[in-house]
């Protein structure tokens, strides 16, 4: 088994699934896997859809150099209304969900009660090619794939808010002489 990022204690509840040197472009698979995080799959596959549609737009928030603004943006409000539709990069990551979503029903666990608990993306190795340029000269051309995980979780209850009553709140010395201060005259 290969390892991944975080460390889970109870493998039974959660499905995995990872790819290696994938052959779609690395910033493209972190704006999909950061905007992924946290939604069920069937709310993931049908936004996925829609990106290879053109009917929705996939928010770029850290690799925005070059993006233009799309109106689309602002229905998942994105900074700045940046947006793609990177459709590569989208084919590949659905299939990945699909994978964690097999292997969720594999384990016997509801697909239904899951969500994406954990979506990561990394730089693999570039591939390297060469292009020839003007003189007789030759560049680099260079791709930049991925290596993507995907681990379906069960959706964590939210912590309700204690009552203030119950909760005995301990000060230290300097917050209690700031309660005493009397702040006198000025603005």
Known sequence: MTRYSPDIADENSIAKARGSHLRCHFKHCREITHFLKGKSP???????????????????????????RKAQAKLVSAPGSKGRWPQKATKVVRDLITNAVANAEAKGLDAD?????????????????RTYRAHGRIGKYASQPAHIEIILSAKKEPIVKADDDSVDVKMSRKQQAKNRFVKVGGA
């Open 42 to 68: 069937s709310a993931a596959f049908s936004h996925l859809d829609k990106v290879l549609k053109y009917e929705a737009v996939i928010p770029f928030v850290k690799f925005t150099g070059g993006i233009g």
């Open 113 to 129: 009660t899951l969500v994406i608990g954990h979506a990561q993306c990394n730089r693999a190795p570039a591939g390297r090619r």
